[in-house]
């Protein structure tokens, strides 16, 4: 079996206005420690405070791209990048990201998921990564930042996909 690579990272998280900001910076910092970001390829489950500051940040600041955005209702993919902002406004006018007009929709937003990027982040619904799709998951770096985290043993399904190296997977939680 190939090993699967974990670096979890803890936090202690303050109350007040403290713990918004700490939640804001986890996705980036680690990526932007351990990763060069630049111009890589992002898939963002989630555009809450994780996931939206996550992909705001990475595209503003780090240039990567915003290929792909999860939510409830569906899913957005643009080889070229999506506007993080425009795709914001649009979910908070119309509850949700279905029908937004400059991406190609998704009814099922799991399979957004599953497009070739260079990270995934997981920021918002529990498990969604899990043993039904994870053989399909083709990022390399897989950052959670959800609530309720993946069972790591359920990644096990990387390493039966016959690739010669299975997933960074870096696992964020509050303590």
Sequence with gaps: MIPISILEVRIIANTGNTR???TVKLPRSPLREYFRVDGKRVIVQGLGNVGYHAAKFLNEKDGSKIKGIVKQDGGL?????????AVRTWFIENGGVSGYPD?????NGAAVMEEECDILISAALEVIINLSNAVRIKAPLIIEGANG??????????AR????????????SAV
């Design 77 to 85: 993919s643009d080889v070229e990048g999506l506007n993080v902002e």
């Design 103 to 107: 991406a190609r929709n998704q009814e």
């Design 20 to 22: 918004a900001n700490s």
């Design 161 to 172: 996909k016959g690739q010669s190296s299975s997933p960074t997977c870096i696992q964020m």
């Design 149 to 158: 985290l993946s069972r790591w043993a359920q990644m096990r399904s990387f």
